[in-house]
């Protein structure tokens, strides 16, 4: 198939030029670059090494490429899925053969969980090399295969212009992902006439954007008839551009909405009908009301087990539309009655109409009898929090405050754990694309620096990493990277000196065992290591905050520092728990609004 060079409907991404037409002669290397240039790259993040290192001598040539020099491969594929996520463009990373090109393998798995666009180039050894272990040789085709959207291995330097702009357009189209491209070192070294392609052909791959009319319509039949609805809201409307349509939707259905870890801020948190989260650590009143639905509108979302529980008992008695880019993912977990296969832009464009259509005929239904349900849970299971026994600060306080005293369009990045939850719950989410989490994958040290990635694609915006003193010591080493660059993050340090999720199941389900779960980077005397004298070394303004009445001045004193990164350690309780909660393989019916806390569902249907 053969498809002019443009961005996806929805979705905004490189912008590419006019194709060339010229055929100058140059290396493989500089074609490369060249490439890079003409796909619209503005920001690459990498490392250069042996077999990726002939590409770096032109790079430094070029007046259209900012290149990032990262302290590890990882962070580069973290710190281009932060800079996908916040400005909807393809991330860029670059990297060398062997360790450099497996040390990208959890960013590749990570932006392929969540659906994120992104273009992992790596360095090869030489072609007639290739097959014989030689120095820093690895099949990263082969490594990365079941991890990236597609992957290509260039052994001739004619090849490369074509390549990239492939790889781009698959990055971006259709449901997105990361795209690995393995250049042969012998291929970058020698010379080839650079061709920019007209068109992109990619037989076999058409992604379906437009959804068939009859499903659309059978989906507002049963949108206008339902006494229960619910829209179960998941990353895919973020990743279509789609909130907005979105909005509407919710406002002309008066239908319940959730939305998960991965749409955070693809409805405002202030809308009424924004029931939070769902799932494993969402509230009480979202997951009943998926419990309870008559009918679950599924909108980019993919039935994870971390919504649903106990699959076979999750909204027993809901009819099932699900509409999503990808048709794999349709019917992949839970059984569906409308199946919706398109871009949810055009999903729900065509939506809307319909069910306007179906509201004139028959009139919208009576949803009081729901609401007033809705709002019971509501009222009676709020999100909240006890004092800590400890007298150390509670957790929840904190980021509900970094929450309430950012700017309104901030973005908020977190790593992996108890931390994470709690930011998911405790900030309100106006806005989409101001909430960047690993999601799928759930990788510890995510958030420095894909918070530095995200920085560095919106400039202009306040840029939080909130991460756990587990999560920050895998990645912290960043920090120069954002002092040596100017890249000014903020990070809040959220240290209990624990592994704080693995501890909270300890306590639950391990009787209070805590295998190597303390980290001793915070509580009483010794501070291993000290963040306060981490950041200093870095050259990063350091900060502390202890007691509640620390709390608000401490961030307000972060606010103020523009000219540099800035650390916050927040020593808070240990023993602060994320509920609600429901515990893995259980049924959600079985959630725990607190311990020892088990809400009911008084009124059945």
Same mark, same amino acid.
């Given at each position: ?30 074609? =490369?670059?060249?490439? =890079? ?18 590409? !770096?001598?032109? *790079? ?8 990032? =020099? ?12 932060? !800079? ?19 040390? *990208?393998?959890?960013? %590749? ?7 994120? /666009? ?5 360095? @090869? ?19 990365? =295969?079941?991890?990236?959207?597609? +992957? ?19 990055? #971006? ?6 795209? %690995? ?20 052909? *990619?037989? &076999? ?57 991965? #749409? ?7 809308? /009424?009908? +924004? ?14 009301? %998926?419990?309870?639905? $008559? ?35 349709? &019917? ?17 464009? $065509? ?13 919208? /239904? ?70 960047? +989490? ?30 756990? $003193? ?14 040596? +660059? ?17 501890? @909270?199941? @300890? ?6 065992? !805590? ?60 023993? #602060? ?29």
């Amino acid at each position: 198939m053969s498809q002019k060079m443009t961005n996806p409907p929805g979705r905004p991404g490189p912008t590419t030029k006019t194709a060339s037409t010229s055929s100058e002669v140059m290396t493989g290397a500089q074609s =490369l670059v060249r490439s =890079l240039e003409e796909v619209g790259v503005d920001t690459v993040f990498g490392i250069p090494g042996g077999a990726i290192l002939p590409a !770096y001598d032109p *790079l430094m040539d070029s007046g259209k490429l900012r290149h990032i =020099l990262v302290r590890h491969e990882q962070a580069g594929g973290h710190a281009a899925s932060g !800079y996908a996520h916040a400005t909807g463009r393809v991330g860029v990373t670059i990297a060398t053969s062997g360790p450099g090109a497996t040390n *990208l393998v959890t960013p %590749l798995a990570d932006a392929n969980m969540d659906s994120i /666009p992104m273009v992992a180039i790596t360095g @090869q050894v030489g072609a007639s090399l290739i097959g014989t272990d030689a120095f820093q040789e690895a099949d990263i085709v082969g490594i990365t =295969l079941p991890v990236t959207k597609h +992957n290509f291995l260039v052994t001739d330097p004619d090849e490369i212009p074509r390549v990239i702009a492939e790889a781009f357009h698959l990055a #971006a189209s259709g449901r997105p992902g990361p795209v %690995l491209v393995d250049v042969a070192k012998s291929a970058l070294q020698t010379d080839t006439k650079f061709q920019w392609p007209q068109e992109v052909q *990619l037989p &076999g791959y058409r992604p379906v954007t437009k959804p068939h009319g009859k499903q659309v319509r059978e989906a507002a039949k049963l949108l206008a008839t339902a006494k229960r609805p619910v829209l179960y809201v998941g990353g895919g409307i973020i990743r279509s551009g789609a909130s907005d349509a979105l909005r509407r939707l919710v406002d002309e259905s008066g239908a319940a909405v959730v939305t998960t870890l991965m #749409a955070r801020g693809a409805v405002p948190d202030s809308h /009424p009908q +924004n029931l939070g989260m769902p799932g494993m650590h969402g509230t009480v009143a979202a997951v009943a009301a %998926l419990q309870k639905a $008559d009918l679950v509108v599924a909108l980019g979302a993919r039935f994870d087990d971390r919504v649903t529980g106990k699959l076979s008992s999750f909204a027993p008695k809901a009819a099932i539309v699900h509409a999503d880019i990808d048709p794999a993912e349709i &019917g992949k977990n839970r059984v569906v009655d409308v199946p919706i296969v398109g871009d949810l832009q055009e999903v729900i464009t $065509d939506l809307l109409p319909e069910l306007a259509q179906e509201h004139e005929k028959n009139g919208k /239904p009576d949803l009081g009898a729901w609401w007033r349900q809705i709002d019971d849970w509501r009222e009676t299971y709020p999100l909240g929090y006890t004092p800590t026994a400890d007298g150390l600060l509670a957790p929840q306080h904190v980021i509900e405050r970094l929450g309430a005293l950012s700017d309104p369009d901030a973005i908020f990045v977190a790593g992996v754990g108890q931390h994470q939850m709690w930011a998911s719950q405790f900030i309100r989410y106006e806005h989409p694309n101001t909430w960047i +989490n690993s999601g799928g994958l759930g990788t510890m040290g995510y958030s420095v620096p894909a918070a530095m990635g995200a920085k560095v694609g919106q400039p202009d915006r306040e840029v939080w990493a909130i991460d756990g $003193d587990g999560c920050f010591q895998m990645t912290n080493q960043e920090l120069a990277t954002c002092v040596i +660059n100017e890249i000014p993050i903020k990070v809040a340090v959220i240290n209990n000196s624990s592994l704080g999720m693995v501890r @909270q199941w @300890q306590t639950l389900f391990y009787d209070n065992r !805590y295998s190597n779960t303390d980290l001793h980077t915070g509580h009483g005397t010794r501070r291993v290591p000290d963040f306060v004298k981490l950041a200093a070394a870095y050259g990063c303004a350091g900060l502390r905050a202890e007691s509640e009445a620390e709390v608000d001045a401490t961030i307000k004193r972060a606010k103020e520092i523009d000219d540099q990164p800035v650390i916050i350690d927040f020593t808070v309780s240990r023993d #602060a728990m994320v509920w609600p909660m429901v515990a893995a393989g259980v049924s959600n019916d079985d959630i725990q609004y607190a311990r020892g806390i088990s809400p009911a569902w008084e009124r059945e249907d």
